[in-house]
């Protein structure tokens, strides 16, 4: 199990050049697979173009409490890139002006960002439609300090959404690490206890699917049906939907897949899922990614990869939607992860 | 010709054996893939018989497609290796039923 990330180790995939290098040399130089754009282009749909923006992603740190062996952010404890106040007030200012309806928190774990609860009720006045924060659940059992936050997602409205790779034990603590399935249990019961997650509720608690291994998610519809039933059956647990979500080729995971030796495999098992249905709906179309330091990203692959928008305005100081719309969005063969058999996103599948 | 009987590579190409006679290769495939379809067993249910079969037959390409089937459908290693022993179990027991066979034989024949 590892316990730091990728940086501190001082990895070579720790930078986003080599992984980007390892991403386009070997089976994908040798024409052994397509590159994405080329994949695309079979279709008519290159270049993807951004459509109206729909949900804006707001990443306010890499620090998090867990260090998951697939983090495609390669968060941990010891990353101390974290928003600053003065960024996020850049941010409150896009947010009251912005055609999104959803705006979307994540990190790392977001609640360890100091201004976290400052940003929420901020953000949370100015009313859009749909505001998410991706939280770990076992953030809320790691220390006192945040024991309260369902109370505090309540009072806001926040729309939960947590990561779950299994209904068992064992998958789960192989992931994530030991202990966290029995804390992510404890915190769903305290969501359900105060009307998160539970039936007909508007306080929207879904979880994050994402395989445990080199290998795709299956149906998404079936895998929430197993899952509610045995969170229901084995702990009396309810959640809304379930989002299953592909495991993206790097950072940690990519990582993973070289060290075990299944990144080859699983790039043609990708390629081989492609589905061009899934293109059309790819969240990069729909969605803007915001960095801790405020660059803007087509999504938090690219932020991860330090791939930026492909426009004028690249920060936060200098959004301007007219700008970002229509604007190329930046692929890589990292891509085929969110277009792989009925695609994949921040909220599950696409296709 | 390959120096070897089995070659991973050689699943992703099954799709191939239509090429030498598409009719029946398109029948195989349409069969294969309605059978496998949710019905009054689910998918899950059928994927696990399926691991179970492999074992059986001992066919390497399906062992590997059904594991990583198990695997995308959430099916845990506790949950296959249950299978495998139903498919061990029948084994053993088909041998072991004809020991009644045998049985039967040596009565007749022994004083």
């Given at each position: 199990m590892i316990t730091t990330s990728l940086h501190k180790r001082e990895s070579?995939?720790?930078?986003s050049n080599r992984q980007l290098e390892i991403l386009s040399n070997g089976i994908f130089k040798s024409g052994d697979l397509p590159k994405f754009s080329a994949k695309i282009a079979e279709t008519n749909q290159f270049p993807l173009k951004a459509k109206k923006l729909e949900v804006l992603q707001i990443n306010v740190g890499y620090m998090c409490n867990q260090v998951c062996e697939h983090c495609h952010v390669d968060a941990g404890p010891d990353r101390k890139e974290i928003m600053t106040k003065e960024t996020m007030m850049q941010c409150l200012e896009v947010i009251k002006k912005t055609g999104a309806h959803t705006l979307d928190l994540t990190g790392?774990?977001?609640?360890?960002?100091?201004n976290f609860r400052w940003f929420v009720d901020e953000a949370s006045k100015v009313g859009i439609k749909d505001f998410i924060v991706r939280s770990n659940l076992t953030i809320i059992k790691s220390n006192k300090k945040f024991a309260d936050l369902p109370e505090f997602f309540k009072s806001h409205n926040v729309h939960v959404v947590s990561s779950m790779p299994h209904w068992t034990k064992g998958k789960t603590d192989k992931q994530r690490g030991t202990g966290v399935f029995d804390q992510s249990i404890q915190a769903l019961k305290e969501l359900n206890a105060i009307g998160y997650g539970m039936p007909n509720s508007s306080l929207r608690l879904d979880l994050v699917y994402n395989p445990s291994g080199a290998f795709l998610p299956g149906n998404q519809s079936a895998l929430e049906r197993d899952f509610k039933k045995a969170l229901l059956e084995d702990f009396n647990i309810h959640f809304h939907n379930l989002f299953a979500i592909t495991n993206l080729p790097i950072s940690r995971f990519l990582d993973y897949l070289i060290a075990s030796d299944n990144y080859e495999d699983y790039m043609y098992s990708l390629v081989e899922a492609y589905n061009p249905t899934a293109v059309k709906n790819v969240m990069c179309t729909n969605t803007l990614s915001v960095s801790w330091d405020g660059k803007l990203y087509d999504c938090d692959f690219n932020q991860m990869l330090e791939l930026p928008v492909n426009s004028k305005a690249k920060h936060i100081s200098e959004y301007n939607e007219d700008l970002l719309h229509n604007r190329d969005i930046v692929i890589s063969q990292h891509c085929y992860g969110c277009t792989a058999g009925a695609g994949s996103s921040c909220q599950g599948s696409v296709a | 010709m390959q120096k070897t009987y089995y070659d991973p590579a050689d699943l992703k190409k099954f799709g191939k054996i239509s090429d030498w006679n598409q009719e029946l290769g398109k029948k195989f495939f349409d069969y294969y893939a309605k059978v496998f379809?949710?019905?009054?067993?689910?998918e899950r249910e059928k994927s696990l018989i399926a691991l179970a079969v492999a074992h059986t037959i001992q066919c390497p390409y399906c062992i590997d497609a059904y594991t990583g089937d198990g695997l995308q459908r959430g099916i845990t290693k506790e949950e296959m290796m249950e299978a495998l022993h139903v498919a061990a179990a029948i084994r053993g027991g088909a041998s072991l039923v004809h020991g009644v066979q045998m049985m039967n034989k040596v009565n007749k024949l022994d004083m």
């Amino acid at each position: 199990m590892i316990t730091t990330s990728l940086h501190k180790r001082e990895s070579e995939l720790a930078n986003s050049n080599r992984q980007l290098e390892i991403l386009s040399n070997g089976i994908f130089k040798s024409g052994d697979l397509p590159k994405f754009s080329a994949k695309i282009a079979e279709t008519n749909q290159f270049p993807l173009k951004a459509k109206k923006l729909e949900v804006l992603q707001i990443n306010v740190g890499y620090m998090c409490n867990q260090v998951c062996e697939h983090c495609h952010v390669d968060a941990g404890p010891d990353r101390k890139e974290i928003m600053t106040k003065e960024t996020m007030m850049q941010c409150l200012e896009v947010i009251k002006k912005t055609g999104a309806h959803t705006l979307d928190l994540t990190g790392g774990a977001p609640e360890m960002n100091p201004n976290f609860r400052w940003f929420v009720d901020e953000a949370s006045k100015v009313g859009i439609k749909d505001f998410i924060v991706r939280s770990n659940l076992t953030i809320i059992k790691s220390n006192k300090k945040f024991a309260d936050l369902p109370e505090f997602f309540k009072s806001h409205n926040v729309h939960v959404v947590s990561s779950m790779p299994h209904w068992t034990k064992g998958k789960t603590d192989k992931q994530r690490g030991t202990g966290v399935f029995d804390q992510s249990i404890q915190a769903l019961k305290e969501l359900n206890a105060i009307g998160y997650g539970m039936p007909n509720s508007s306080l929207r608690l879904d979880l994050v699917y994402n395989p445990s291994g080199a290998f795709l998610p299956g149906n998404q519809s079936a895998l929430e049906r197993d899952f509610k039933k045995a969170l229901l059956e084995d702990f009396n647990i309810h959640f809304h939907n379930l989002f299953a979500i592909t495991n993206l080729p790097i950072s940690r995971f990519l990582d993973y897949l070289i060290a075990s030796d299944n990144y080859e495999d699983y790039m043609y098992s990708l390629v081989e899922a492609y589905n061009p249905t899934a293109v059309k709906n790819v969240m990069c179309t729909n969605t803007l990614s915001v960095s801790w330091d405020g660059k803007l990203y087509d999504c938090d692959f690219n932020q991860m990869l330090e791939l930026p928008v492909n426009s004028k305005a690249k920060h936060i100081s200098e959004y301007n939607e007219d700008l970002l719309h229509n604007r190329d969005i930046v692929i890589s063969q990292h891509c085929y992860g969110c277009t792989a058999g009925a695609g994949s996103s921040c909220q599950g599948s696409v296709a | 010709m390959q120096k070897t009987y089995y070659d991973p590579a050689d699943l992703k190409k099954f799709g191939k054996i239509s090429d030498w006679n598409q009719e029946l290769g398109k029948k195989f495939f349409d069969y294969y893939a309605k059978v496998f379809e949710e019905g009054a067993l689910s998918e899950r249910e059928k994927s696990l018989i399926a691991l179970a079969v492999a074992h059986t037959i001992q066919c390497p390409y399906c062992i590997d497609a059904y594991t990583g089937d198990g695997l995308q459908r959430g099916i845990t290693k506790e949950e296959m290796m249950e299978a495998l022993h139903v498919a061990a179990a029948i084994r053993g027991g088909a041998s072991l039923v004809h020991g009644v066979q045998m049985m039967n034989k040596v009565n007749k024949l022994d004083m």
